[in-house]
């Protein structure tokens, strides 16, 4: 089955393995008029890139984001901007070993149940790298998102027992640690424990927020399209992912009802909420305030510490996983989390100029 | 936008607001040849129906649905089925001054926000009564994954503070009481906090749980329409939902990878896992354990107490709700909970049937 | 596989058999706002209604629609708006017969071919009465587009031989004639044919032409969306439609390109063209011309006289169809084939608000 | 909005400009286990590319295919297959004269009324060019047909007033000619034909025929996804396409009920047709016989001969079109219908495996 676009009116279609010839998207529907070269894209990828910090792999991704469609004389025509990442780092390793079992936490084996085999190079399309379609398309809705007033800000808000809560958006203390912790505090006790972790050859989970400022009331659907329904989907669409929370999240579910319900308050000339529980949608639709999302991470599943699994005979057998490694994936997913949030909100916004008689009215008496 | 459609092969347009003539639901995409009657759909509707207990509206919701279509001589015949349920209760309140402000916790200002008015008459299209459709469509796809030999429950995990954890499937134990927990002793410990939040004039928050048996390993996608990601639209489509969590979830975030991890084993001559931390599902495909799924729902937003607000004036108020209100919502969603992940798991093994080659091979030989 | 639902933005759904126990629409995405009542659209099933003449078969279809949600205070609230036919007219005739064989020209073997079996009351869902949720459907987008400044009018082009052109737009003469040709003389002359071809115990087919005035240029895509195609989609999708034309049609492969290419000329502050062969669509895209578009339609596939035809044991079998059958079905078609066009065109119109990087920065500084 | 995006389950997004740097096709939904390698896709983009025939275009399109990403040890693993082509032809012409007007027949003016402006270089993605992506992953789905033991094949049926009737199946035949006609003699008249049209400084039209064997019956839908709805898209979605006809097409619109519909027989044991008007569709669902379609295509709109139009000062002046342009696009667009046409029974293929429950329980007690 085809699951590699997302999207309604901002359609985006990811492709590429991680030890494939290259990776890339192709953005149908970006509307026209937009000033875009790679320089608005690479930045993005370079927040997804290892560092040459302590706890990302070496891996050398130079990542090279090449546009190739959809941009004339500077500006984006209205037709597909194809975006394309090409692999150098295709080691000829030996995968003749990682081919005959199937590790745990990982899909190799969920991979050969659906499609009868697999690619075990690195993952395949189940490989962190697939995510860089994602980024660079993400890069390209944030950029009309900004012209639009409308802000996205992910974070690391914690790593293994290492939790802050951002009070302010500052974005550059975000890109400013090793972590994407905007706190140097807490970036050196989640450096400390990850190094624990590594000694232990073992590996650790986190939780990346994402702010929204800026978004108008009234974006999103009121039943199955409702706005946190698909961000939500957008969220748990990124590999180890395992839950997702929107303003409260799970806590709503011991709060009381008078604890948990937002008062509206009429400020400014315009009616706010007085506290953001809700985490900025209700019904499913945007209600001015900050949207809240929080995306819970499943520690990186390549462990070096041995383990139990089955190979391809159907014999029990112990493993040791080799290779590069990093012990947390939440620093480098941290703009991933952003690009889908932000190619979510662009459709939503797209989708919403013809909510009312009077939008078309008024839009067709101007054209 | 058009936003009351779920599924891509298993298509379910649902329709119809709390106060209006009827709701209903239009299933595009049924498979032909299912024996279908009123008596396959009418005890879900049951189910959601409020009850006689204590923690239920009085409402009286007969809430008989009548297939209009689609069915020929007792079966399915592959075309649309058309169900309806008629609003037997829409009492001629005086909707006038819940017309003048909005409600804390609901969808008043948001769908203002989007439309310019709204349907204020018992919440309208973003009353619970929506999920009606849902209810009645699951039941069908429920029929079908039985056949299929896979089957889905859904309970009542906590409700404010009392919490239980189900240790086997007991379709019995969780209708047999008032608040769909599968447990005496922590029904009247959860119907003891629930009296209360109402002596408070306030309401509770809670969990349901889903759990699904049979599927087999290889449903899903593995990018964008990851099986996880579809179910947790689903589940965070249905109002209330704060959050979703697959298997562990939350737990992941702080959990090590030593930890998170299941090991594969050989069991029964087939490949299996020694826990399942996963939840069933890996990078996005289902591996044959169990699907373990779980819904944050917010307290009811409707309570009695005084609460803050804005009207359409701009004028800060104090409103006290009045009316009908459940405390909790969480029972009378236990079943919404199971359609829409039944809706999510047929429609994937329906798209799942073309995957490979050898499958369209065989299927075109044979026909 | 679902296939009742046409359209992206504006999405209609529709549902139910010829002799079952109702026919329906539901439209999701219709703009809030818009005045709607179910006067509005009888007149158009009243259109499509058999009539009194003798062309037409007496079967007393009162078909009177109800909207039974989605429109508040007489407005539309931008939710699902059901709308539904009852059959009043399900006759308990023997169709033991019918049930037996395969009818030429129709559907009954496909069906079977298909599903495994079908329903064999008066032609089931392939019947001409599953145009009724179109034609209800069809109503409401024509009137947003008349409030948008774009008019649609379809006519009977030919019957058999009997061909004219129409000249110009006069709604109240094709709706003055039983075959909806506007033009007296040609209505008498395609009558005597017709009278011919039931002497003969035979049928005749026709073409409907359809013509729009208002549509501004720039509303289409230029690939596999181009507003043509989905209009020959649109067209191509009513029973017994077996050919499509925009513009000059056929006549353009024996053209030469001096003939057939139109003429931009700068005309009252705008661009026109002074010929219009291309039926007002270049590229995939609208040119702000009228749109012409043609459909070819069978003749009616139930004739009188004896038929070969196969039965379900597999016999070589001679039959002679019996009951109430219209000779042509052209004249009926008519408002089906506008509908269908108005449906296309308010999507492509609703779909276009979005083209450009302007109109989103416009309109979110707007709302 | 987004439209460059065909299918369903087979899902194929093409990208790329005439003049830019590469075009592609990204395919979504390929079942795993095909054996693929470029060598399957040349051949049908060398068909497409302009030969050295005298009514071909002496640009030098060498048009090699990379498949960049979704093929694993010589087969296709399920995830999205990404063909590129780069353009090496990218003559660094001067076009401010054409940027500076609308060539009559182009899409010139409507680009720029949706987008506000155009890549006026060489058509951008309104040239033919645009079909490159088309092409190739037309090449994947018709290998998968044939796997399936269906074949298509198109060739030329008419240019200008020279036209042919094919009687049989021989591939070789067609592309042994530059006309596309399998037919020595009509090839040498239609090349004089055209040969007179270039002297005048004129182009001309011409019809496509495709015709499908082996595709079973029962494929297709009832309603608005009509196989016959869709093929007549994916036609009328290839620029200059004009008219779509399925079987005998226009000609049922002057035909008799008792001469167009076709006699079912019982032969070889199975339900046959004694004769095919319908094309191989009724009610939109595949019976069994070929399927006929015809595609009118009009003349070339670039003709040297002078135009009238308008300037973007909307000042009306007379142009003389250069450069190299084909008197004829309809032996070049012959695989583009053969690719459009596979494209679209492939989807309503893979669809069809889930339309009654039998085929379900029998897939999953299968796998």
Redo the contacts between chains.
Sequence with gaps: ???????????V?????SH?????A?I??C????YLNEDDIQPFLDRRKPGQTSIATPRKETDQV?????V??G????????L?VRNTSQKSSDYSEIASY?R????D???D???????Y?GG???SGR?TTGRVAAGAVALK?LK???ISLMAYTR?I??VSIEMQSFDREAIYSTATCMPDKEADRRALAYLKG?ME????????IECIVDGL???????????L???L??????I?SV?????????L???????????????KD?K?AK?TNH??G????????SQIVLRA????????F?P????NKK???IEIAIKGRHDPVIVPRAVVVVEAMAALTLLDA?????????????K???R?
Tied chains: 1, 2, 3, 4.
């Design positions: 089955m085809a699951g590699s676009t997302f999207g309604t009116l901002f359609k279609t990811t492709w590429g393995e494939g010839k290259a990776l890339g192709v149908d529907g509307p026209a008029g937009l090449e546009i190739l469609s959809g004339f004389e500006k984006t025509t209205g037709t597909p901007i194809s394309m199937y745990p936490g990982h899909a084996y969920t991979f149940a659906k499609y009868g085999f697999r690619d190079t395949g399309r189940s697939e009309i012209e639009m007033g914690s293994g027992p972790c232990n050859k073992d590996s650790s989970g986190g939780v108008p009331a009234g974006i999103g659907d009121p039943v199955f399209e409702k946190d329904a698909n939500s989907k957008a969220l748990m669409s590999g395992k839950a997702v929370e929107i303003g409260d999240g799970i709503v579910s011991q709060a009381l009802g008078s604890q948990n319900n937002d008062p509206f308050v009429w000339k009616i007085k809700a985490g949608i209700l019904g499913g639709i945007s209600d001015g819970h991470i499943k520690p990186t599943p390549s462990i510490s383990q139990e699994t089955v159907g014999e029990n916004c797209m989708l919403n100029m013809a909510a009312r008689v009077d939008y078309l009215k839009f067709y008496k054209t």
